[in-house]
């Protein structure tokens, strides 16, 4: 093994990414929300992703130009989701004509 992918980002996997690189010299990649990445881990990590930063990315794209339910969500001055919540109301309700629920959704999960 050469690269090692962990999806996760508590500090509970401290010890295994330490022992990955040192003694098996493994390059260890973290992929996580920013919010739940331990600072020990993110230092011992070869490469930390965030995936707040790349979210837009790899979620589904809106259809038709239509803004996505995510981007709408964001775009809500008056609240402030985090980014856990608009994926995990995005997932459930990912068509754009459904953004009423989609809300309703995120503001039950606040």
Same mark, same amino acid.
């Given at each position: 093994?050469?690269?090692?992918?962990?999806?996760?980002? $508590?500090?509970?996997?401290?010890?295994?990414?330490?022992?990955?690189?040192?003694?098996? !010299?493994?390059?260890?990649?973290?992929? =996580?929300?920013?919010? *739940?990445?331990?600072?020990?881990? *993110?230092?011992? =990590?070869?490469?930390?992703? +965030?995936?707040?930063?790349?979210?837009?990315?790899?979620?589904? &794209? !809106?259809?038709?130009? !239509?803004?996505?339910?995510?981007?709408?969500?964001?775009?809500?001055?008056?609240?402030?989701?985090? @980014?856990?919540?608009?994926? @995990? &109301?995005?997932?459930? +309700?990912? $068509?754009?004509?459904?953004? $009423?629920?989609?809300?309703?959704? =995120?503001?039950?999960?606040?």
């Amino acid at each position: 093994m050469k690269n090692l992918i962990l999806l996760a980002g $508590d500090g509970d996997f401290t010890d295994m990414v330490k022992l990955m690189k040192e003694t098996y !010299n493994v390059r260890v990649f973290i992929v =996580a929300w920013s919010a *739940s990445v331990n600072f020990k881990i *993110s230092e011992l =990590a070869s490469n930390t992703i +965030y995936l707040d930063e790349i979210f837009e990315t790899i979620s589904v &794209a !809106n259809r038709g130009g !239509n803004p996505s339910n995510a981007e709408r969500l964001r775009k809500l001055p008056e609240l402030k989701f985090s @980014a856990c919540v608009i994926e @995990a &109301a995005t997932y459930k +309700y990912p $068509d754009e004509h459904d953004f $009423d629920k989609c809300l309703d959704f =995120a503001l039950q999960l606040l």
